[in-house]
T-cell receptor, first 115, second 116 residues
Framework: GEDVEQSLFLSVREGDSSVINCTYT??????LYWYKQEPGAGLQLLTY?????DMKQDQRLTVLLNKKDKHLSLRIADTQTGDSAIYFC???????????????FGQGTTLQVKP | GAVVSQHPSWVICKSGTSVKIECRSL??????MFWYRQFPKQSLMLMAT?????????EQGVEKDKFLINHASLTLSTLTVTSAHPEDSSFYIC????????????FGEGSRLTVL
């Protein structure tokens, strides 16, 4: 079945790097996403990676994908207090030869950044 | 990036009434929209897939008569919570997938429903 797992909480100090981890079960997923949700707000797409890539870097964000272990990580360099939020990883599983189009979300990781 | 807008952002209603939530794609046409429900401190749960011009596809366990979805145009999908009860109180979020399908979804800001 489709399942995405994340650790629930991470606390870091301002200026440190944060690494948020995610595991997924559907090896045929084509897209894997990271979303950010601030309190009381909707979801903001941070970045996504195609399944044929191992790494993607976008300013302070680095996404690593280990397809063999079905492991996805998001690294935030020089973490700031404004990065405090809930981070969700998500996948779009495939049904047969087509994308299902629906996102399967992890439980979300609450990132707390201390000054 | 593309913008998806939800309205209202917050609604309080009495038990037994119906509430309609709108999801609009503002600068692109969305053939497919998705509706999610999020309980406090929990992840998003996909409720249904809304396809323009056809019936919505509901996920297992979601009552289609309770949560009516209409996707009458390429820029608007609506979710109506009928005969709302306190247990329907939640944060409802929509997302839209544009044409052509890039795999990227754009999310609305969410609508918080409180049923008294």
């Amino acid at each position: 079945g489709e399942d995405v797992e994340q650790s629930l909480f991470l606390s870091v100090r301002e200026g440190d790097s944060s690494v948020i981890n995610c595991t997924y079960t559907d090896s045929s997923s084509t897209y894997l996403y990271w979303y950010k949700q601030e309190p009381g707000a909707g979801l903001q797409l941070l970045t996504y990676i195609f399944s044929n890539m191992d790494m993607k870097q976008d300013q302070r964000l680095t996404v690593l994908l280990n397809k063999k272990d079905k492991h996805l990580s998001l690294r935030i360099a020089d973490t700031q207090t404004g990065d405090s939020a809930i981070y969700f990883c998500a996948e779009i599983p495939r049904l047969g030869s087509s994308n299902t189009g629906k996102l399967i979300f992890g439980q979300g990781t609450t990132l707390q950044v201390k000054p | 990036g593309a913008v998806v807008s939800q309205h209202p952002s917050w609604v309080i209603c009495k038990s037994g009434t119906s509430v309609k939530i709108e999801c609009r794609s503002l600068d692109f046409q969305a053939t497919t929209m998705f509706w999610y429900r999020q309980f406090p401190k929990q992840s998003l749960m996909l409720m249904a897939t809304s396809n323009e011009g056809s019936k919505a596809t509901y996920e297992q366990g979601v009552e289609k008569d309770k949560f009516l979805i209409n996707h009458a145009s390429l820029t608007l999908s609506t979710l109506t919570v009928t005969s709302a009860h306190p247990e329907d109180s939640s944060f409802y979020i929509c997302s839209a997938r544009g044409q052509p399908n890039t795999g990227e979804l754009f999310f609305g800001e969410g609508s918080r429903l409180t049923v008294l």
